[in-house]
């Protein structure tokens, strides 16, 4: 076993091992805490970066141990592993420090940033994983880390949301397993290749194949907030706003849309999924999702719960984009991976901080905060920009691959999807920003705290504006080297779409 | 000349308004960066001195930018740069001043995204630069608005917000077709696109919406009446680079022949300028009257396009001449609409009649602009093109009803203080600066047209005059103290008509406004007589109660909308 074999198990344990041990430490023990928190983000980030450079330069990281007979844990970083991996490990820095800030003064904070590490670490095992069993271990290990953080709050509605995320997402693990396995029974492999394993088999197995597609889309679907198995997500938004963020732009969410790409490209093979007539009732699907999600944004006052429904329908870009089956469309689909979750995690970083600073929490409340708050609300605005696809914003980016691979394959229709989710999304997110930036504020906010002469703590205000500074660069230097679009072009070149 | 130089400032034409933006909103940096505001455009007013076609790539921009300055280029930067020095000269949101910083950064950033539009030389560049105009200009005209303002804001961005799914996706199509997104690829791969008439549809519409074209023109008119003095010129640059620029750069006027969308084009414009005359006939606010004269230009853009369309030589002539042309209509257009309302100040001595003079001379330049392209035309088809002469009537009536209309609030308001309407955050113009800039603008205007005249004949020039003159009659006609002479005698066929018509929407409107709403409250009260306890009802009266928001509307119409385009899309698929 070489030097290269071990790097993904290092990143993979850089979370796991602090997070273990934060478990053990004393409420008090504020400094060692975020020490260990902070070192083992950097350390992360930094071996995730060793490993960019490599996959780059075609190197390979692969880490295989022993599971069971036949089977093996396997960690790979292949392009789109890794693709995943460095979003996980970039915004989850970003977090802890917004998260240290946030959590100032709480209780159980050493259970908070245990449970956290641990997400971090079944999110970043998913991503790496190599095959469907290490999928499906970590994938079951991000629902038990995650429900902790959402019922963090310890009230009753907390109690209640976690309960339906775990039904929900228990429900969807159940039909994943049960996919896998089948899928085990008929194949004998669950390595991910890279344009499926799938295509071999026999023309009467085809109608039981399309039955296992179904039970692993739906098992992923339930994490991915696909309609109608979406009902968790809206009520988990009365977590703690570092994990509503995480849970968003990375982990929960973005691990099913990202467990689709993985379905679709690595286990059937997207030409032989098209072939099957599973990709034509997916896009669908995912339209719907896309059109309901922003119809349901739009009549939320809650602004944590406008965003949830936001997510919903952003989402589901990803998996629009995997179904259209093209190159062009799959690069839309797979950069969206990332540029949604810089936008989305901005959002949820700056309605956490009003939330914080000055006891907002409804779109009802926001009248002049721009003037109070004008770099929360700077970065907000880049956001929400980003999701309605203004350029020259990362979604923006994400929207134009979208609609050129549907127009390259002759899905006209998605490109009417396209417009008429920015139009509902424009519906819902202009009127808020017209309220924070041109109306007149109220005499008293709900409950301000006051940080000098900063319009919040730094720890809060730093994160949203570097995520939305990215979201701007991914947008606007979406061509150069490293950046999300080339990498998402370096995986359909290399994976995909090999010429 | 050095290329670095000039590669430099090519970028700084866009970026230095931007970093300006930046610099204004940190502390340390705010007081010098609100003093240069003005000077915002000065890169670009300094490139437009250049001689030279510069081309800058940019590889990691968005899909692979490119900056460039060509012919068309250089004349939309001179006016675009002038307009937006001037609303930074009138609107300098001094140090110190309320929410100065807010004002700024929308004001650098919607002149970035104006200027930006200019030197694009590919379609998502151009598209960014628009959106970034376009909501910044938004922001810029409900900043801390009265209350009329709100209204015209809220129609404003609706329609930004249909200009740019429209728009993009009319640049999918032409980027999918062309497989580049420059604007010579783009262009080219028009010609021979297979849905050539739905992307020529999509693009009237997208750019419509900024130019004015009727049915797409509804922010316009409010916009106009509301806006504040200051950022006048701003809304004029933003008619021309972001909705005829978009035209200009991406039809390939010269190098197709298509009958038919050229009929359809005229068709177009004789509705749009027939609409034009109409309203601008009932207005009484010489601003909604501009806003008219905007819309007519428009029609006549359309005129000239479908003109071209139909016979493709005539692009040859009006090639070199149309970018002058449009800057004398640009900056005749923006002087009008700054000294509107301001010609009431008390002037005394040899200057009395200074500003009614400016404002005489800019309505004249304007009424020049289709007089001179009219001139060009009949130089190639032998005789004055007729669609084009309705143009110019229309354009002839309305400029001079506007002026006429604004020289007799003069003379009804003399000796009467004149308010200017600006917020107390903008800088408060002197009438004596706003008179300046406007006479600038004027003497830029008749630069241009001096350039324009000197290339046509008497002859050619002829026709044209007699229509102008003919339509100037008409407008003197049509103004407020003659409409008093021609009031229908007591007694005559014509007030009997007029009396009934009121009655008739007098009545319309009651029973619309209050008699319906009163039958529907009577008819659901006796219903629930019946049905006291049904849920079915406090559901309907949900339902109801959500109908009275307007995103519910929204959506509505959104559904509407996506039903219409999904019945297109399956023939389009």
Redesign the interface.
Known sequence: MNWNAWIPLLVVASSLLPGLFIFALAEDRVRLRTTLNLAAALVKLALVGWMLWGVYQGQHYETRLALLPELELVLRAGPLALFFVTLSAVLWLLTTVYAIGYLEGSLNRSRFFGFFSLCVTATVGVALAGNLITFLLFYELLTLSTYPLIVHRGTEVARRAGQSYLIYTFCGGALLLLGTVWLYTLTGTLEFTPRGFLSGLDEEYHSVLIIIFVLLIAGLGVKAALVPLHGWLPQAMVAPAPVSALLHAVAVVKVGAFGIVRVVYEVFGVEFAASLGVTKPLALLAAITIIYGS?RA??QDDLKRRLAFSTVSQVSYIVLGVAIAGPVATIGGVVHLVHQGLMKITLFFCAGNLAETLGIHKVSEMNGV??RM?WTM?AFTVGA?GMM????IAG??S??HL??GA??V????V??V???S???N???F??IL?AA??RQPPNAWPQEHAYGRQETAWALLLPPVVTALLALAA??????PF?PLEWANLIARREFYPL | MNTLFDATLLLLVMIWPLLLAVAV?FSATRAVALRLVPWAALPALVLTGLFFDQALHL??????SVLVLDDLGRVFLLLVATLWTAVGLLAWPRPGTT?A??YAVLLLLAMAGGLGLVVAADI?LF??AG?LTS?ALY?LL???AEDSTRPAGRIL?ILL??S??VL??CL??L??AAGGVEFTVVRQALLSIEHRGLVLGLMIVGFGIKAGVVGVHFWLTPVFVSAVPALRPALIGFIFSAGLLGWLRLLPFGESHWPGEGIMLQWLAWVTLGYAVFMGLLHRQQRAILACVAIALTGYWLMLMGSVFLQPTLWSEIDDALPFILLQAGFGLAALMLLDGQTGWQVRGRLRYFPRGVLCLAALLLVTVPVILTGHVAKVVGMMAEPLAWALAAITLLTLRSVLLMVSTVHDSRGLKVTLKETQHFAQASTTRTLLVASGLTVASLLAAVNNLIELSADVLWGPILVAAAAALLAWLSTASRVQHLLPAPGSLQLRINRRLISFLTHGRRVVGEQLPDWRATWLASLQRYRPHADSWRFIDRIEH?LGHW?VV??IL?LL??LV??LG?CV??
Do not use: M, N
């Not at chain 1, 696809?389 to 020259?392: K, L, R, S, V, Y």
């Not at chain 1, 002759?410 to 229709?413: A, I, K, L, N, S």
């Open positions: 119809l739009l009549f721009g003037r004008p700077a920009f696809g203004a350029p020259p923006f980016i929207k134009w609609g050129l127009l390259e002759g899905q006209g229709w490109v009417l396209l417009a008429g920015s139009l509902l424009a519906a819902y202009l009127p017209h930036w041109f947008g606007l230097f979406a061509l150069l950046s | 909103s590889p990691g921009v968005l899909l692979g929410d910083e807010r998502l598209f960014t959106t909501y922001g409900v900043s801390d961005v917000v249909v740019d799914l993009f996706e999918l199509l980027g999918q959500r995103p929204l959506v959104l909308g996506q385009a999904w899309g389009f698929c």
